[in-house]
């Protein structure tokens, strides 16, 4: 029997989970709230495609290698497609520091470290055509998903979608139903209102991200990395980084902790954030005026979570015929990059499943079992850091506040024993990248005990024999810095309660 699969959003998690199903010979069904694209066109895409559905389309965006390698080895087509836009990959050389790069000798599995980055409109608008063109996949645009059709009650079983499409209540049958409506769908909400147990966990990631699109003038070309500062870092209170992206645009992301509040406040105005552009010397040669002119607003997002969901619970499928993937079912910190990514993994582990069973229950308990396999030692280490990252900016913001000596440790031994070894040794780097871009355990590489002699032999080094690995000062403290944009440093000190928590 030929399954059908109806999909609800055609954002990435969507068109992944298109592409992933679609070559097995099941229908796919996708209804998408917004309309579709009206042009083939990237800036056409950037200006003007309306995507109320998707707040956070005009942010900086970038695919991980372990993405990038799913597209190369399932559609080929489509990556020639990305890159015929003006999609950019950026290959392991351009990740090595200066001192690394004198004497790299490429080895083969190097070519798969590759990440790519375009304006997010761009990445989207050449999935989406791509996906379009796929036999069995079918797009309808203008088409909400409203509820759940179902029957029996325990579990729930889900076989159907009522959605407004065009204006008109239609209801939509299926054999297998799939959320990807992202962080705001509301079918697993429905679900559980109707009586279906959730596990779920979830917690502000801690930040704010802004960002801001520039050209690059004619005749300008992108600044080398070769010789000038880095184009990304981390001053405790402000990250930044460049996102270069297709047809000469590129993007800066700042990041304020969320306790930064007149930072934040201050940041969204343009000229506040292009003045911190010429603060930083990593953005400075990007942004200057002879070298490129903005061309947005700055765009500001807030809410960023980190969220769990499982539809099994002790051990027992809560609904049947029902998936959900992408930020509907996980969330994450846009700051690490992983969300597009966790989601076309998932989106493969679900072609997985319905490949391996037919019974509904045994599908869903092994979808589940893999996300746990594979995606939750990632969610667990990038909590694990956001929480870090905000007792630290508590820290900043408290008068005489002091890490424990167990943080100073565990600081330095990041700092200057793990980050500095992967400066100087590319193995360690080659290691280390293959966890950070999804291929393996993100920690695998930090328990073989021949890593962790190499780190501790830099470590132990101290700063002096290893300042070849120290990257420059990325720019001001903070005083220095909100006292340059007029803002006053004080104002958002922590004080009594607030303090105890710093500590
Ligand atoms: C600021 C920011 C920066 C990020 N940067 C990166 C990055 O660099 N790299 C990375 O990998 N990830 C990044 N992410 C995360 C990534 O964007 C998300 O993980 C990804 O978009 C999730 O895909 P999704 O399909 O689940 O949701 P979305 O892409 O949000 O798509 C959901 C779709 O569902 C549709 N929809 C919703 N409800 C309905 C309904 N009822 N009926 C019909 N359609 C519906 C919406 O219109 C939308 O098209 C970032 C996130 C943020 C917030």
């Not at 880095?230 to 304020?256: M, R």
């Not at 930072?263 to 002879?290: C, M, S, Y």
């Amino acid at each position: 029997m030929r399954e059908n699969v109806l999909v609800v959003g055609a954002g990435i998690a969507g068109l992944f989970t298109a592409l992933a199903i679609a070559p097995t010979g099941r229908k796919v069904t996708i209804l998408e709230r917004d309309s579709a694209p009206q042009s083939h066109d990237t800036d056409d895409a950037f200006l003007n495609w309306q995507r109320r559905g998707v707040g956070h389309l005009r942010q900086s965006h970038a695919f991980l290698a372990r993405l990038r390698s799913i597209i190369r080895t399932e559609h080929p087509g489509l990556l020639d497609e990305l890159l015929s836009l003006g999609v950019r990959e950026l290959n392991f050389e351009s990740m090595l520091s200066e001192m690394q790069r004198k004497n790299y000798v490429p080895l083969p599995g190097d070519a798969e470290l590759a990440i790519i980055t375009s304006r997010r409109t761009t990445l989207e608008l050449a999935l989406r055509r791509y996906v379009e063109r796929l036999a069995n996949v079918e797009i309808v645009s203008d088409a909400a998903a409203r509820g759940l059709l179902t029957e029996s009650a325990n579990p729930i079983r889900v076989v159907g979608v009522s959605a407004d499409v065009a204006g008109e209540r239609r209801e939509l049958r299926a054999d297998v139903v799939v959320d990807a409506g992202g962080k705001n769908s509301t079918l697993v909400e429905q679900l559980a209102a109707a009586g279906m147990r959730l596990h779920e966990e979830s917690e502000t990631a801690g930040i704010l991200y802004f960002t801001r699109h520039y050209r690059l003038k004619p005749g300008r070309s992108e600044p080398s990395r070769i010789g000038n500062p880095p184009a990304g870092g981390d001053l405790g209170f402000l990250k930044f980084g460049i996102f270069p992206a297709d047809n000469g645009c590129f993007s800066v992301t700042l990041c304020t902790p969320e306790i930064e509040y007149e930072l934040r406040k201050g940041i969204v105005d343009p000229d506040t954030f292009h003045a911190i552009t010429q603060i930083l010397p990593g953005l400075r040669v990007w942004t200057n005026e002879e070298q490129a002119v903005p061309t947005s607003k700055v765009f500001g997002m807030g809410d960023l979570n980190s969220r769990w969901r499982d539809l099994v619970v002790d051990g027992k499928p809560s609904v049947l015929g029902f998936f959900s993937l992408g930020d509907a079912l996980i969330r994450t910190n846009p700051l690490y990059g992983r969300g597009c990514s966790i989601a076309a993994v998932s989106a493969y582990m679900l072609r997985d499943v319905l490949d391996g069973a037919a019974d509904p229950a045994a599908r869903l308990l092994a979808y589940h079992a893999r996300l746990h396999e594979e995606i939750r030692p990632y969610y667990l280490t990038m909590r694990g850091q956001d929480r870090s990252a905000m007792k630290r900016a508590r820290q900043t913001l408290t008068p005489g506040a002091k890490p424990s000596l167990r943080d100073r440790m565990l600081r330095s031994f990041i700092e200057d024993g793990v980050v500095v070894a992967t400066r100087f040794d590319i193995d360690l780097l080659r290691e280390s990248m293959r966890g950070f871009h999804m291929f393996e355990h993100p920690n695998r590489w930090l328990t073989q005990p021949k890593n962790i002699a190499r780190i501790l032999r830099y470590w132990s080094r101290g700063k002096k024999k290893n300042a070849a690995a120290y990257p420059p000062k990325p720019g001001p403290e903070r005083a220095e810095m909100l006292r340059a944009l007029s803002i006053d440093p004080e104002r958002d000190m922590l004080g009594g309660s607030e303090m105890k928590k710093a500590a």
